[in-house]
């Protein structure tokens, strides 16, 4: 029965990830160590969140300090590293204005609000629909969900929310479907589509695509919940695109583990949203914004970003070379900085396994037959040699 709690034993937390089977209890740069005392290099860094490395000593610090400080205000009173982390990221991007929240899908459902709030209250549009691309992932709530252009992401959650459309991503056609849609009320997008199979997007296209946004008058969301803060190479990706996000979300490496999410947006639209409009209460909370900024410091300090890109010409150099001994095996490699992903004959699942129990290295896959590897941004040669030596045994064995 329904009402009743049953005797059967059953594990308290809910099954919604598989779990490989360790328990990882210890973190510092790229490694960490499980229940075991078993250390391995981590190329997972938390799914692209630990951009400098697990308890990295900068942001540590700054953490303590901040734990002796203050930990929660309301958003009712102003909150001094909110304030500051805000400066940085309108300094360092081409938005004006920045919401804080919790996550990444926080941080999309938001960007989804504050379009649809520029669409009705701008251009007069408040039955029009977001246009997003197959392959996509924006995030597990129902809007970002809805978003997200994937049926294994959506089936058994319906209904979905209303306002959305999809369509081929990196394809022509889909310029001129934006173009002559006239109830589209802004278009969103990853730069490199990471859960989908770390597809970047065309740069052409990319650029296309905004203009006819431009054109239109119509908002350009870019998701960089995963391609931010450095990730690919740039601080962040759209940068290398030579394009300017109307709104921009990002979330992951933000808070170097501490969990944070936001949205920026140009003061066009931002300012539509006023007292009362949109709230979270932990969001911009004193200890995530001190995260943020003791991250983007270090990032200044350590010079992260030309580090990654360093380190990705490298792991690029080595994964070629693999690519060349192993053709059978290894069919792509694709992706930008050290959002990499390498598409293999084998079931990917199989690789990540092995490489973890045999070789105590970690890393991801995107789809059934691309394996991800986000090794922390300040990672070095020494590092990529034991994830290349690890990877050449498995490929031989397969
Ligand atoms: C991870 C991710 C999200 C969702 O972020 P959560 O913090 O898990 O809610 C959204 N968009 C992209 C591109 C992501 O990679």
Known sequence: MLNTKSEEKIAPVMSAYGRFPITIE???????????????????????????????????????????????????????????????LTELTCCDQVFFCNSGAEANEGAIKLARRYATL???????????????????????????AQEKIQKGFGPLVPGFKYLPFNDETSLGDVEADSECIAVMLEMVQGEGGVIPADKAWVQKLAAVCRDKGIPLIVDEVQTGMGRSGTLFA?????????????????????????????????????????????????????????????????????????????????????????????????????????????????IVNQLREKHHVLILTAGKHVLRILPPLVTDEAEINIFIKAFDSVLKDL
């Open 26 to 88: 210890k973190g510092k740069g790229s490694f960490v160590w499980d229940s075991a005392g078993i250390k391995y290099l981590d190329f997972t860094a938390g799914i692209a969140v630990l951009a400098l490395g697990h308890v990295p000593d900068l942001v540590e610090a700054a953490l303590k300090r901040q734990l002796d400080t203050l930990w929660h205000c309301s958003n009712l009173y102003h909150i001094a590293p909110q304030e500051e982390l805000a400066g940085m």
């Open 122 to 148: 701008v251009l007069n549009k408040p039955e029009g629909h977001i246009v997003t691309f197959h392959h996509s992932f924006h995030g597990r709530t129902l809007a970002t969900m809805t978003a997200t």
């Open 238 to 350: 759209y940068e290398q695109y030579g394009i300017e996000p109307d709104i921009l979300t990002v979330a992951k490496a933000l808070g170097s583990g501490i969990p944070i999410g936001a949205f920026l947006a140009k003061k066009e639209i931002s300012k539509l949203f006023t007292p009362g409009t949109h709230g979270s209460t932990f969001g911009g909370n004193p200890f995530s914004t001190a995260a943020g900024v003791a991250t983007i410091k270090a990032f200044k300090e350590l010079n992260v970003t030309e580090t990654c890109m360093k380190n990705a010409a490298y792991l690029n150099t080595e994964l070629d070379t693999l690519k060349e001994k192993y053709p059978s095996h290894i069919t792509a490699i694709r992706g930008l900085g050290l959002l990499i992903g390498v598409e293999t004959t084998a079931p990917a699942i199989d």
